[in-house]
């Protein structure tokens, strides 16, 4: 494959049974949503993941999407979701007319900051969207507990969290639906895709049903509802169980990877590392972040420059939701300060991580950060 960079940020790894599968497919003829492999990619995926039913879609915005769309909010209810995530997560909640509500992020986890949830509910809150981000898990037992409380529904976000564990249980085995990315940096990718799963028989039907424009059974071409053509194919399906079968070995090359940053760049005072352990998970490192310190001599923009022109390619961590440009323009999120999310967005960068990333090219990575900040 051709790389601009001596070291990409993300390279996925295809050497299992991928082209095996992939051949298969295109033997037999199924290269559409028509095939055999995707329903047992589904049944594979909801087992993994502790669920009853899996749903797979075109990738992870479309699956939120849906997930969302399943939950029939209405129009003006209130949704409770952090301020630092992608903006996939927002998307549903602007498209269906509910007010989102931003929560600021822990500081250590960069995930929604628990603490800040409760006081944000009201009698409209409807919904609270947890995304798992970089690594770590959010905090799923408080807001489990405060969702039972107010009799809330959980959309949980586990785009980044395949494999990761919560108290040792699933992530994406929390929501009342829970949805994944097969992007290629994830975990596990299908080149694009997503899943969404659920325990609810209703839920998962109605994501089968807008995945696919909300088709008839009784009588094609006679839509009762709108939907979306989400569909996932035969060949994703091939790439999905070929990656499914070596996620153990992914999850612990992507631990061992964050293992080696840790030990050798935890000596550098200047950026504050992620955490290798808290109290209910392991880290998984989905990608390795930096978050330059107030001291750091080097602006992140300057750091990213000099890792680039040395060939290593990084990634700036999200922009927060508050102060998106494309909602900002809507009206949305007037005078509101977060500062947790704003200091992440502003100090984060994380370096390559990837699942191709050599021992080679890590030592690499580690050799240039060392030479911008120990001279
Ligand atoms: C937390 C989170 N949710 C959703 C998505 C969207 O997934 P996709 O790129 O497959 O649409 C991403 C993508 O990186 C993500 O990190």
Sequence with gaps: MKNYYKVPVNQPSLLGNEKKYLLQCLNEGFVSSVGPLVKKFELKFAKKVDRKFAVSVSNGTAALQLAYESLNLKKNDEVILPSFTIISCILPVIRGGAKPVLIDSDIKTWNIDVGKIEKKITKKTRLIIVPHIYGLPADMAPIMKLAKKYNLKVLEDAAEALGLTYKRKMCGSFGDVSTFSFYANKHITTGEGGMIVTNDKKIAERCRSLRNICFNNERRFLHYDLGW?????????????????????????????????????????????????IKYAKNVYWVYGLLLRRNSPVKLKDFMKKLKKSGVETRNFFWPLHQQPALKKMGFFKNIKLPISEYLARNGLYLPSGLSLTSYQQKFVIKQVKKIFLK
């Design 229 to 277: 053509n989400y569909r996932f194919t035969n060949l994703q399906s091939a790439l999905g169980l070929a990656q499914l079968e070596q996620l153990s070995k992914f999850i612990r090359k992507k631990r061992k990877l964050g293992r080696v940053y840790n030990k050798n760049l935890s000596k550098i005072k200047f950026f504050d590392i992620p955490l290798s352990n």
